[in-house]
Nanobody
Framework: QVQLVESGGGLVQAGGSLRLSCAASGRTFISDTMAWFRQAPGKEREFVAGMRWSGTYINYADSVKGRFAISSDNAKNTVYLQMNSLKPEDTAVYYC??????????????????WGQGTQVTVSS
C-alpha cells in the first residue's frame, strides 16, 4: 500500500517556473515507477513524465520535453517535477501516480495503481 501526496501547484505567469513534489509513504521499491499525469478541463488525463526510483526509464511527453524535468530524492521518498518555461497550455491538475511493472514502464494512466489527490497548476498569459 502506497499513499501519494502532491504539493507545489499554484498560479504562475507564462515563462515562469514551478516545482511540484510528490511524497510517497508506505512500502515502496526501487523498481517502482513514479509518474506525473495532468488533466485539463474537458480533456483526458495525459502522461507528462515518469521514472523509476532507480533513476531508470526516464520519459517525457513530447509537449514538455526540454522544459520539464523529473527527479527524486529517495531518502525523502519524494519525486519532483521541475517545470520551466511554462505555457498557458500547461494549465491542468497535475497528479502523481505509481505502479509496478515487471518490464519497462507505461505512459497509460489505466496501468497505474495508486494516485495522489492532484495539485492545480495555472499558467497565465
Amino acid at each position: 500500500q502506497v499513499q501519494l501526496v502532491e504539493s507545489g501547484g499554484g498560479l504562475v505567469q507564462a515563462g515562469g517556473s514551478l516545482r511540484l513534489s510528490c511524497a510517497a509513504s508506505g512500502r515502496t521499491f526501487i523498481s517502482d515507477t513514479m509518474a506525473w499525469f495532468r488533466q485539463a478541463p474537458g480533456k483526458e488525463r495525459e502522461f507528462v513524465a515518469g521514472m523509476r526510483w532507480s533513476g531508470t526509464y526516464i520519459n517525457y511527453a513530447d509537449s514538455v520535453k526540454g522544459r520539464f524535468a523529473i527527479s527524486s530524492d529517495n531518502a525523502k521518498n519524494t519525486v519532483y517535477l521541475q517545470m520551466n518555461s511554462l505555457k498557458p497550455e500547461d494549465t491542468a491538475v497535475y497528479y502523481c501516480a505509481t505502479a509496478q511493472f515487471r518490464f519497462g514502464a507505461s505512459t497509460l494512466s489505466a496501468n497505474y495503481n495508486y494516485w495522489g489527490q492532484g495539485t492545480q497548476v495555472t499558467v497565465s498569459s
